[in-house]
């Protein structure tokens, strides 16, 4: 009898015992700091937006993201770090359609854009525009065509081979009938100092971006990318305005996970994701420098998929038959 009661005072110990343990070693998602991949240099209009989410992200999920910048073949180094990562939410891929739908139609990738990444939340959209070294003899759009058009060597800077800086140029080619010589630099931030430097003539870029080069007169602004005028910068024409109807590339933003990564985690990503989106400081920064944030019937995850995979089927043909391939 005696050695019963040890033997069940033991099991009660033991029970006690993983009781006690259950509850202080199950982890509560997040308990340690979040890592956000931006695969584009600092500076740059996607490390921009990323910033200014994340802030207050880390407010409302109790735990510091930090952002990492991952740079190199056009946003495909920075991507391929996150498909790598342990699906456990605490690394983040943010990135534009250049890094995330057009890459894939340019490189030979070691992973699969829509099956090795799930989608948290569309973005943001940054419309694009036109703009050149601030000494350039152009003063509109029509004149800059001309210039171009009578100056073939003429530089302008990409963030990488098939970016939307990069498509952007191609597109105006087309239009103009044009030759233009591009330069790959890791980063729109980077491209954009070249541009300030008098090293290069023109690029077309991300409004985020220019805007603050743009109101300091470091460089010239001649037409938006767009159908419509941008909120933030409302005396820049539209292409159609300026003069060539066609040339629209609005670059929008989104953020993913690696895939197999729990559905609760996603679903706080994206719950986090969205209340910082609705929160009128952040609306207020993002709308300062040009970004437009997407209604919240939008920012769902399965929403970012749709989108992604459509932007897939339009752009890739268009890439390919342009003959855009990494160097």
């Known amino acids: 009898m005696i050695s ?5 005072s033991a099991i009660a110990v033991v029970c006690c015992g993983l009781n006690a343990v ?3 070693t199950a982890e509560t998602y997040p308990s340690h700091t979040i890592t956000m991949v931006v695969p584009f240099s600092a500076g740059g209009p996607t490390d ?3 910033r200014i989410v994340a802030a207050r992200m880390q407010v409302l999920l109790g735990q510091s ?4 910048n991952v740079t190199g073949a056009a946003g495909t180094i920075g991507v391929g770090r996150v498909v790598r990562a342990a699906p456990d939410g605490y690394t983040i891929s943010v990135g534009p359609m250049n890094s995330h739908v057009l890459t894939g139609a340019i490189y030979n990738l070691p992973f699969d854009l829509l099956r090795d990444l799930e989608p948290v939340a569309l973005l943001a959209n940054n ?6 070294r601030k000494d350039a003899p152009a003063k509109d759009l029509k004149e800059l065509i001309a210039w171009v058009k009578a100056n073939p060597e003429k530089l302008a800077g990409t963030s990488g081979v098939g970016a939307a800086t990069h498509l952007s140029g191609i597109l105006f080619e087309t239009l103009t009938d044009s030759h233009i010589q591009f330069i790959p630099y890791r980063g729109t931030a980077l491209a954009m100092q070249a541009l300030v430097a008098g090293q290069i003539d023109l690029i077309f870029d991300q409004l985020s971006s220019s805007l603050p080069q743009i109101q300091e007169g470091t460089i010239r602004s001649y037409a938006v990318m767009s159908k419509t005028r941008a909120e933030a910068a409302p005396d820049i024409p539209t292409v159609d305005e300026a003069g ?3 040339l629209y590339l609005p670059v929008w933003n989104g953020m993913w996970v690696p895939k197999d990564t729990p559905k609760d985690i996603i679903d706080k990503l994206n719950g986090a994701v969205v209340e910082s989106l609705a929160d009128t400081t952040v609306r207020k920064r993002l709308a300062d420098i040009g970004l437009e944030v997407y209604p919240r019937e939008q920012q769902t995850p ?6 992604q995979k459509a932007e897939i089927e339009k752009w890739w043909p268009i890439v390919k038959a342009a003959g855009i391939k990494a160097e």
């Open 65 to 68: 993201v930090i952002i990492e």
């Open 48 to 50: 921009t937006l990323a």
């Open 22 to 24: 259950g509850p202080a």
């Open 302 to 307: 399965e929403a970012l998929r749709a989108y």
């Open 127 to 132: 419309p694009s525009v036109v703009v050149s």
């Open 4 to 8: 019963i009661r040890i033997f069940l």
């Open 244 to 246: 060539l109807p066609g």
